[in-house]
């Protein structure tokens, strides 16, 4: 059971938006901490997709958003794309375990 | 360019340890915190540990807690994991992972390929 809860799957056809959920508690994202968001395609690594809950390293395509409210966060994609098809997974910090913490990962499939 | 590469992963036998390492390049090593991140096969991401750039500040997962010890040479660039008494639930491959600029409880900006510790009687 992973402290950020995430839907296990999502699709959509090319072209379209999605939109993934994270929700943590008041211990967490509640507490005012940030939320990062993780892009892993099949067999590799995993890479930094958004970081302090809105912000997009150099190289990512604005076509990824972040958001955060309360005690959840959203990622959003538009014009889903075949290559997007990857695991998605939120971070934050949690201060009752005193460490990070990773939602339990949500598959995209594109249609 | 940064680049993360982790090895010393392998296969033992549970309760046997192991020392996995890290070689940090492409960015000043003594900036950022350090963090271990696994992923059992199939499954998703656990942190496992964090060192804050001067390794006064040091947290662990409570899975492993007792157990493994993350220490940094920031003179040889080189971040570790000492991993004792492993367990079967231990198998993963485990990635090593440059901090962002907002100390321990920062985003992980880079990631290494991971290296595979397999615990098996």
């Known amino acids: 059971q992973s402290v950020l809860t995430q839907p296990p799957s999502v699709s959509g056809a090319p072209g379209q938006r999605v939109t993934i959920s994270c929700t943590g508690s008041?211990?967490?994202?509640?507490?005012?901490?940030?939320v990062h968001w993780y892009q892993q395609l099949p067999g590799t690594a995993p890479k930094l997709l958004i970081y302090v809950n809105n912000n997009r390293p150099s190289g990512v395509p604005d076509r990824f958003s972040g958001s955060k409210s309360g005690t959840s966060a959203s990622l959003a994609i538009t014009g889903l794309q075949a290559e997007d098809e990857a695991d998605y997974y939120c971070?934050?910090?949690?201060?009752?375990?005193?460490?990070?913490?990773f939602g339990g990962g949500t598959k995209l499939t594109v249609l | 360019e940064v680049q993360l590469v982790e090895s010393g992963g392998g296969s033992v036998k549970p309760g046997r340890s192991l020392r996995l390492s890290c070689a940090a390049s492409g960015f000043t090593f003594d900036d950022y915190a350090m963090h271990w991140v696994r992923q059992a096969p199939g499954k998703g991401l656990q942190w496992v540990s964090g060192v804050s750039w001067d390794s006064v500040g040091i947290y662990y997962a409570d899975s492993v807690k007792g157990r493994f010890t993350i220490s940094r040479d920031n003179a040889k660039n080189s971040l570790y994991l000492q991993m004792n008494s492993l367990r079967a639930e231990d198998t993963a491959l485990y990635y090593c992972?440059?901090?962002?600029?907002?100390?321990?409880?920062?985003?992980?900006?880079?990631w290494g390929q991971g290296t595979l510790v397999t615990v098996s009687s």
């Open positions: 008041s211990s967490n994202i509640g507490a005012g901490y940030n």
């Open positions: 992972i440059k901090g962002g600029n907002s100390g321990l409880k920062s985003h992980f900006a880079y």
């Open positions: 971070q934050s910090y949690d201060r009752g375990l005193s460490g990070s913490v």
